[in-house]
């Protein structure tokens, strides 16, 4: 089989499939104490080379939350490497969903033309598909809560997040929804046009609720690559560098404390 990130259309069919077939359904436990994490990478393939080769030299885990593909330069082969290093480490490589790893965005930002501009409509077809057996959320070492956009309103639980389909209202708010300082609990979100906004008094009740320690989420640029919320109960970041004249930040997770460090 080829090596390239850019494969034959045969080969990246069947390499779909496989990622396919290892999915973790839609919430992922892991006991790690010690562990990475990386936010949207969007087609940069730089910055996921250099989070894989960092575990790597570092012996870690790692965790990303989602947005691979769309507006970047390397959308089909920042994808073949990611899944690559998830069939290689299976159970050291978490890949959660984002709310671009969706056939409507893709048509809207350009991964969908990319795609059938160099394979075909059928190989999108097992990306959607693929898009679907990805988890939406991961909670770590039973403290961490990991997500892309964050908690949703009427998710009581985290082991509800089992039982969600994708045209649940709730299933929905973990890929889009936005922490904001103006509201303690969930509002209209009004910036994206969809979903929920979520304040301190909502992401304080379903931390106590479900005895967890924090959240960690992506979705956002900010200017230096990450933001604090709630007292530092919840963190989000952003991984590309230059992005929109921002920093790029992963997480180095190591128990209760957390170390933010520069991509690139």
């Known amino acids: 089989m080829s090596v390239s990130l850019s494969p034959p259309e045969n080969e990246f069919v069947e390499l779909i499939q496989r990622a396919d077939a290892i999915t973790d359904g839609n ?4 006991r790690w104490n010690e562990y990475m994490v990386v936010a949207d990478t969007h087609g940069y393939l730089d910055v996921s080379r250099f989070v894989i080769e960092r575990s790597l030299d570092e012996n870690l885990p ?7 593909v769309d507006r970047g330069a390397q959308q089909i082969e920042n994808l073949v490497y990611l899944l690559r290093h998830k069939l290689e480490r299976p159970e050291d490589i978490i890949l959660l969903r984002g709310n671009h790893e969706t056939v409507r965005i893709n048509h809207k930002y350009g991964f969908h033309r990319e795609l059938v501009s160099k394979y075909s409509e059928s190989a999108y077809e097992n990306i ?7 988890p939406v959320a991961a909670v770590i070492d039973e403290s961490d809560l990991l997500v892309h956009g ?13 039982e969600l389909v994708q045209s649940d209202p709730a299933y929905q708010e973990l890929l889009w929804n936005d922490p904001t300082g103006s509201d303690p609990g969930y509002t209209p979100n009004l910036y994206r046009g969809v979903c929920k906004c979520y304040g301190s008094d909502a992401v304080r009740r379903f931390l106590e609720r479900n005895a967890l320690r924090r959240i960690i989420r992506g979705h956002q640029c900010f200017k230096k690559g990450y933001k604090w919320f709630f007292d530092s109960k919840l963190l989000s970041i952003f991984s590309i560098p230059g992005y929109c004249g921002n920093e790029g930040k992963y997480a180095l997770v190591s128990g209760a404390d957390i170390d933010l460090l520069d991509i690139l």
């Open 62 to 68: 790692l965790i990303f939350l989602g947005d691979y």
């Open 128 to 134: 959607s598909k693929f898009y679907n057996s990805l």
């Open 27 to 30: 919430l992922v436990e892991r």
């Open 150 to 162: 964050g908690p949703a309103e009427g998710l009581k639980y985290v082991w509800n997040i089992h």
